[in-house]
């Protein structure tokens, strides 16, 4: 009876006690959970240009014995374990204040861009958090992709093309590198559209007229810089066209008379002068043989010097090129000017051969009509030779 007695006491006691034992384990167990490591913040999503270094921070509180990882979330490859890199020399890691493990990429590549895991080997299950890096790409015009010098007969069609690369995707605008704008035909239209700047990878050019030949400049940009260009030439092919501003001409005798053509052709031409349909002009003593070129067009000069009743007749300007060959025609005749007027010629200056003219004694009874009329055309012919 006693064993009995002392038994359930001892019973007892056992119970009392197992409510301060359950709170004591809850404590421990408590305490053990707050201590555990965890994330002061996210890593967030960041933005870094190619060839620069990147850096991700990830943030943790109570990491006590535990270790802190970074991988490759696509493909779970481990890059860094704690304080040692594991995979490349481009690959680090520090510890920047005294919770926070940054992962350092450096140089940055386009095949960077991607999501990063920062993990806690915690039990049973491990913590982890994700930081995304977008890598900005400067573009880069990919030369199999873009159109070289373009060569096309006058009426023809043509299309420009330029194609980049980059990220975020670049834009491609098209210019003209004399800075003129460029003109624009739409297809069954006749007239042309004047912009500065054309956007887009094609620039489509619809019956191709020779106003239309020069360089061009396409652009590419995506706010990464530096924006690249590529220069593309547009040549326009068509026979010459010869073009005459004066086609009559009359000189005194002894006097330089300047004859003039403009031509217009690509390819280049081969330009000479002729007299009379026979002798090719040779640059010497009695002629002066110039050329000026901008581009396709051309400007022709002869000038005769000491003109004579011999230097009288049919002069031409012919150019010639592989597409076809034009000329142009000037006739050279003789001013004949009386005594009287000759007297009055050495006054009439290219500033202002009439005014001189006038200063002369007009009240001379010989001083007629037929006289100032020779005056007059002895000024009009110094005029056109000068310009």
Known sequence: MRIERTYF??????????PTMALKDAQ???KRFSEEPEFERPIGNHTFSLGREAVLGCAVTNL???????????????LTMHERAVLGARYSVNLDAPRTWQLR????????RGC??????TQPSMKWQIGCIDVYVPPDIISDDTSGDVSVQELENATLTCKATGHPPPKITWRREDHEPILLKKPLSRDFDKVESYVGSSLPLWRVDRRQMGAFLCIAS???PPAVSKRIILLVNFAPTVKVPNQLLGAPLGTDVKLKCYVEAYPNTINYWIKNRGEMLLDGPKYTIREEKSSYKV????????????DIGTYNCVSTNSLGKSEG???????????YAEDFSNQISVAGGLTEAAKGNTSDPLYSKRTLLSILLCYITYWYMLT
């Open 9 to 18: 006491w001892s019973m007892l006691q056992a119970l009392a006690l197992l």
């Open 28 to 30: 421990m167990t408590t």
């Open 64 to 78: 006590g014995k535990h270790k802190v990882g970074w991988l490759r979330a696509e493909d779970q490859t481990v």
């Open 105 to 112: 990429i450096r140089p940055l590549r386009a095949e960077d």
């Open 116 to 121: 990063y895991m920062c993990q806690i080997n």
């Open 222 to 224: 995506n706010d990464v």
């Open 299 to 310: 400007s022709m000069w002869l000038t005769i010097r000491q003109f004579s009743r011999s």
């Open 329 to 339: 025609t000037l006739r050279l005749y003789e001013i004949k000017l009386n005594s």
